[in-house]
């Protein structure tokens, strides 16, 4: 049986989104069955639609169904890629985080594969931090962190996070940040694999 991944990602101005997308293609490239959810957005409207590049993502990503509980439990392993606010994860994230309570508290989170990512404004922006932030949460659930550690020379070339893939916004995509995404996602799938062998 293939493994479930859900990749589940909070965007503003799109990083996190094409972040998700790269780790869906690189999952689905090992077999995996992906279900890519966005983070429901909880900023009054008239803020999102008060600043023009805000808005254009949320457009963009209408396609795009959003992340419910259910989704966590169909799941094998969960794949959370989000931007930093002042060293944490956004307050989206975290009232979805809160929804997760009752899934939790019947161990339906437990013993699965999990691995995260992150972006900021700049280099030294807390991606780490927040990273490091949602694997205290990840211990809660009793799930089994997967980080990328230094497992893959592409990880010293995209900037050498061995907690997961962080990325600057604005800078491109290159070869080498595809590169880390895709093998913390081979790594993920991999250890799901063993999890449910």
């Given amino acids: 049986m293939p493994v479930k991944l ?22 689905r490239a090992t077999g995996a069955e992906v279900r890519l ?26 396609d795009i169904a959003e992340a419910r509980p259910e989704d966590l439990d169909w ?4 794949l959370f890629s989000a931007p930093t606010r002042f060293g944490a994860g956004p307050s989206q994230l ?4 809160d929804t997760l309570g009752p899934l939790w508290s019947q161990g339906k989170l437990a013993d699965k594969a999990v691995s995260a990512m992150s972006s900021a404004q700049n280099v ?4 780490e931090a927040t990273i490091l932030g949602l694997y205290t949460t990840f211990l809660h659930w009793g799930s089994i962190i997967v980080a990328p550690g230094y ?36 790594r993920l ?6 999890l449910s062998a």
Avoid: C
């Fill in 6 to 27: 859900a990749i589940l990602f909070y965007t503003t101005y799109g990083t996190n989104h094409r972040m998700a997308e790269i780790a869906d293609e690189a999952a």
């Fill in 94 to 97: 975290r009232a979805f985080i």
């Fill in 189 to 194: 799938v991999k250890m799901a694999e063993k």
């Fill in 37 to 62: 959810r966005k983070i429901a957005e909880t900023a009054p409207a008239s803020v999102v639609n008060g600043q023009e590049a805000w808005k254009a993502q949320v457009e963009r990503m209408a």
């Fill in 124 to 127: 030294h922006g807390g991606q």
């Fill in 75 to 78: 799941a094998d392993a969960y």
């Fill in 151 to 186: 497992t893959d020379p592409v990880l010293f070339k995209s900037g050498g996070n061995p907690y997961g893939y962080s990325h600057t916004q604005g800078a491109e995509f290159d070869e080498a940040a595809r590169g880390a995404i895709a093998h913390q996602v081979r």
